[in-house]
């Protein structure tokens, strides 16, 4: 079992930036892999970014790639996603998740456990 709490959003001008960080219980977080995701108002939630268990690979998508940038540390127990140059188009509720694929998974139904969110607010 993973329990999984979401911080660092907030409010932010475009072209700013944010760190979230997803803290997670338990003491065998590196055998996680752990993802990011979005959901926009009206809209799907999206796939953000992933990282393996012990943070040797990482898969971000074609939207933020550039921008956003995935990494952990097990010794904390925490993945955080940074994010620069933030746009309007990435204000939404962002989710951290976790599952022991071996692998990062980039489908919301890989993923066994789930955070309760943070909001991201990108101001034009």
């Known amino acids: 079992q993973v329990q999984l709490v979401e911080s660092g959003g907030g409010l932010v001008q475009a072209g700013g930036s944010l760190r979230l960080s997803c803290g997670a219980s338990?003491?065998?977080?590196?055998?996680?892999?752990v993802g990011w995701f979005r959901q926009a108002p009206g809209k799907e939630r999206e796939f953000v970014a992933a990282?393996?268990?012990?943070?040797?690979?990482?898969i971000v998508a074609g939207s933020v790639k550039g921008r956003f940038t995935i990494s952990r540390d097990n010794a904390k127990n925490t993945v955080y996603l940074q994010m620069n140059t933030l746009k309007p188009d990435d204000t939404a509720f962002y989710y951290c998740?976790?599952?022991?694929?071996?692998?990062?998974?980039?489908?919301?139904?890989?993923?066994?456990?789930w955070g309760q969110g943070t909001q991201v607010t990108v101001s034009s």
């Open positions: 998740a976790a599952a022991r694929r071996g692998a990062p998974p980039t489908r919301e139904a890989e993923y066994d456990y």
């Open positions: 338990g003491r065998t977080f590196s055998g996680y892999d």
């Open positions: 990282i393996s268990g012990n943070g040797a690979a990482t």
